[in-house]
């Protein structure tokens, strides 16, 4: 006997409200209200991962790159960018941000991973903020080494965790 019920992937989540928040009744983009929430712990952790060149890649691990230190870089540009969010993402809220730390390693001799983890106390939670400095740490790493490798590759920017607000926590399972 088949089920008509599709099998849960790994991205399954518990079912939520389909209704569009971010949509009026005339179908309208619109910013939510967050004033009424509370405030409360928010965490999000992204990673983004650049695969390179070994030309390239040993060029970022000695710091031989001409525009400077590619990996001080682009974790600034990660700080820089989380910041930047409600600027470039047009309906996210502008946040008052507590952390961001970044982090790197190698996960094979020509791909480099970046980690983000952002931090808030407020209404609405900071996923975007961490997606958008993960991407922007690995194009940093791509401008900085453009001249030594164009066949740079950038993937997986993926959400891994978050904690806090209504939804609750999130965990990825890969």
């Known amino acids: 006997m088949s089920s008509s019920k599709e099998p849960e992937s790994e991205h399954s989540q518990p079912e939520q409200s389909t209704r569009l928040t971010h949509v009026n009744a005339q179908g309208n983009a619109i910013m939510v209200d967050v004033g009424s929430k509370p405030d409360t712990r928010r ?3 992204a990673s983004s991962t650049i695969s390179m060149s070994v030309a390239a890649a040993n060029a970022v691990r000695n710091n031989d ?5 590619c990996i001080q870089v682009a974790r ?8 930047q969010t409600s600027t470039l993402i047009p309906l996210c809220h502008a946040l008052m941000i507590t952390s ?7 996960v094979s001799d020509t791909e480099l991973r970046w980690y983000v983890t952002v931090r808030s106390f407020g209404p ?3 996923e975007m903020e961490a997606l958008t ?3 922007v740490a690995a194009l940093t790493v791509y401008d900085m080494c453009k001249a030594v490798d164009q066949a740079m590759k950038i993937s997986d920017i ?14 990825r399972n890969e």
């Open 43 to 45: 965490e999000a952790i």
């Open 76 to 83: 600034i540009a990660a700080i820089q960018a989380s910041k």
């Open 65 to 69: 790159i001409k525009k400077g230190d």
């Open 124 to 126: 609405t939670g900071v």
């Open 133 to 135: 400095a993960a991407s």
């Open 158 to 171: 993926v959400l891994l965790s978050k904690t806090g607000g209504a939804r609750g926590d999130y965990l």
């Open 100 to 106: 961001v730390d970044v982090q790197h390693e190698w």
